[in-house]
């Protein structure tokens, strides 16, 4: 398994701000995402971090509004860009081990803008 | 995003009971389906998963069943209990690739 810290693991932000999530893995994996969870709602991926190059994001999300960084094999940060009240959700980081492949998840950041 | 589709979305079962939430997909190159379970103020935890060249795959007092040709894949949980209560996510992907999602089940097991 893997141990994934974030940091923070909550904060109510203003409109207009923004606000960089942390990521850190107790070990080095292979792959490093990041989701979105809605209020009462599933798991949307916005982005692969990709260590030493640009993050792939998934349709509908763009790097203006969501920089990645992935400076090493242990470590990731997502920005949420100029927030607006529907940037309200959890934000969890992801990281994929292969041999066999299993994925595991942080405990989440909850942002809430106000 | 590939869909994954997933019933019920909530569902209420008594203590010893048989929880069953299904799933199918559209993607025939997924080729890994795991299922997660997650509590309130939590990420999910991985609780099960399974690939398609296997019908059945059993961990403890949950299954997987999957029916390949049917692009379907359930989770069951024997003999429910009120800790089993929480939200029940089914997924899918290409090996090495990210996961996309089903909707979610929250179940509620009554004591």
């Known amino acids: 398994s893997a141990v994934i810290s974030q940091k923070p693991s909550r904060d109510i932000c203003q409109r207009g701000t923004s606000l960089t999530i942390q990521c850190q893995v107790d070990?080095?994996?292979?792959?490093m995402f990041w989701y979105r969870q809605q209020p009462g709602q599933s798991l949307t991926l916005i982005a692969t971090a990709n260590q030493g190059s640009e993050a792939t994001y998934e349709s509908g999300f763009v790097i203006d509004k969501f920089p990645i960084s992935r400076p090493n094999l242990t470590f990731s940060t997502l920005t949420v860009s100029n927030m607006s009240p529907e940037d309200s959700s959890i934000y969890l980081c992801?990281?994929?081990?292969?041999?066999?492949?299993?994925?595991?998840f942080g405990q989440g950041t909850r942002l809430t803008v106000v | 995003q590939q869909q994954v589709k997933q019933s019920p979305q909530s569902l209420i079962v008594q203590k010893g009971g048989i929880s069953i939430i299904n799933c199918a997909y559209e993607n025939t190159a997924f080729d890994y389906f795991p299922w997660y379970q997650q509590f309130p103020g939590k990420g999910p935890a991985l609780l099960i998963a399974i690939r398609p060249d296997v019908s059945e795959k059993k961990e403890g007092r949950f299954t997987i069943s999957f029916n390949k040709s049917a692009k379907q894949f359930s989770l069951h949980i024997m003999d429910s209990q009120p800790g089993d209560s929480a939200t029940y996510f089914c997924?899918?992907?290409?090996?090495?690739?990210?996961?996309?999602f089903g909707e979610g089940t929250q179940l509620t097991v009554n004591p």
């Open positions: 992801s990281v994929g081990k292969t041999g066999p492949w299993e994925a595991f």
């Open positions: 070990s080095q994996v292979t792959m």
């Open positions: 997924a899918a992907e290409t090996s090495g690739s990210r996961l996309t």
